[in-house]
């Protein structure tokens, strides 16, 4: 119903940035609400970012807020996540989301997200 597909992710030092891009298809691909996970290595996967399909309600982790932007492209139902300032912490797989609820209601947690890319590494050298 709906596919999701990352790109983007690589090698950097730490202070570089980097930035990824979510293709979403299918028919309601657009009309759905979109976020970023990241899962390290032996870790669970946690929440980086989220933003509704009019880009008017935007969510942050603390530990990103400041440093990533998230960003969508409704005509190329597209969504990006601009990571400035990386730590070697942000070391991940990071996955894109999609959810069929309201990010006004429900939580944030993995459970609340029903789509999900194939993940992307992103790797921080210190």
């Known amino acids: 119903q709906v596919q999701l597909v990352e790109s983007g992710g690589g090698l950097v030092q730490a202070g570089d940035s980097l930035r990824l891009s979510c293709a979403a298809s299918?028919?309601?691909?657009?009309?759905?609400?979109m976020g970023w996970f990241r899962q390290a290595p032996g870790k669970e996967r946690e929440f980086v970012a989220a933003i509704s399909l009019s880009s008017g309600t935007i969510y942050y982790a603390d530990s990103v807020k400041g440093r990533f932007t998230i960003s969508r492209d409704n005509a190329k139902n597209t969504v990006f996540l601009q990571m400035n300032g990386l730590k070697p912490e942000d070391t991940a797989v990071y996955y894109c989301?999609?959810?069929?609820?309201?990010?006004?209601?429900?939580?944030?947690?993995?459970?609340?997200?029903?789509?999900w890319g194939q993940g992307t590494q992103v790797t921080v050298s210190s």
């Open positions: 989301a999609a959810r069929a609820t309201s990010l006004l209601s429900g939580t944030m947690g993995s459970r609340s997200w029903s789509y």
């Open positions: 299918g028919f309601i691909a657009s009309n759905l609400p």
